[in-house]
């Protein structure tokens, strides 16, 4: 025997359920934007830290810029022989000359320019590839990950 005080406690329990669930796939749906933005940033810091290293022991220009190219093409997969290569190349070389105009030449303007460059990089590389510059993409991850690495 149902009662209507019954019913709308249930009504209102149910009302509940629908709302947290709601809830729980709006906060998974931007967790896992916040956790994409945030592996990205950390791997566009990476990129531009191994541009760094990369430059630091060479201060004549050209060889600066082609080591720093190098180094990030080579973490992308990128190889000489690869369509593109050259123009991939000499978009982010303009990235390059200003990591080496900062730290071997003028600092100051050229390490303010870095970040914009890079974003330039990026959007010209979207637009060129339909895709993201491979060193920013995640990589494939395994079915199996072990909690303790042995």
Same mark, same amino acid.
């Given at each position: 025997?149902?009662?209507?005080?019954?019913? @709308?406690?249930?009504?209102? $329990? @149910? $009302?509940?359920?629908?709302?947290?669930?709601?809830?729980?796939?709006? $906060?998974?749906?931007?967790?896992?934007?916040?956790? %994409?933005?945030?592996?990205?940033?950390?791997?566009?810091?990476? *990129?531009?830290?191994?541009?760094?290293?990369?430059? *630091?022991?060479?201060?004549?220009? %050209?060889?600066?810029?082609?080591? @720093?190219?190098?180094?990030?093409?080579?973490?992308?997969?990128? %190889?000489?022989?690869?369509?593109?290569?050259?123009?991939?190349?000499?978009?982010?070389?303009?990235?390059?000359?200003?990591?080496?105009?900062? *730290?071997?030449?003028?600092?100051?303007?050229?390490?303010?320019?870095?970040?914009?460059?890079?974003?330039?990089?990026?959007?010209?590389?979207?637009?060129? /590839?339909?895709?993201? /510059?491979?060193? *920013?993409?995640?990589?494939?991850?395994?079915?199996?990950?072990?909690?303790?690495?042995?």
């Amino acid at each position: 025997m149902t009662r209507p005080y019954l019913d @709308q406690l249930r009504d209102a $329990a @149910q $009302a509940s359920e629908r709302a947290e669930t709601e809830f729980r796939r709006f $906060a998974e749906r931007r967790l896992e934007t916040m956790s %994409a933005e945030r592996v990205r940033a950390y791997r566009r810091c990476q *990129l531009v830290s191994d541009m760094i290293q990369s430059a *630091l022991p060479l201060p004549e220009p %050209a060889e600066c810029v082609a080591a @720093q190219i190098g180094c990030v093409l080579s973490q992308a997969g990128w %190889a000489g022989g690869d369509t593109g290569y050259d123009e991939v190349s000499e978009q982010l070389g303009r990235v390059a000359e200003l990591v080496r105009a900062d *730290l071997h030449g003028e600092p100051g303007a050229a390490a303010s320019m870095v970040v914009a460059a890079l974003e330039e990089f990026e959007s010209w590389y979207r637009e060129r /590839f339909g895709t993201e /510059f491979p060193a *920013l993409q995640p990589n494939a991850v395994s079915a199996f990950q072990p909690l303790v690495d042995f």
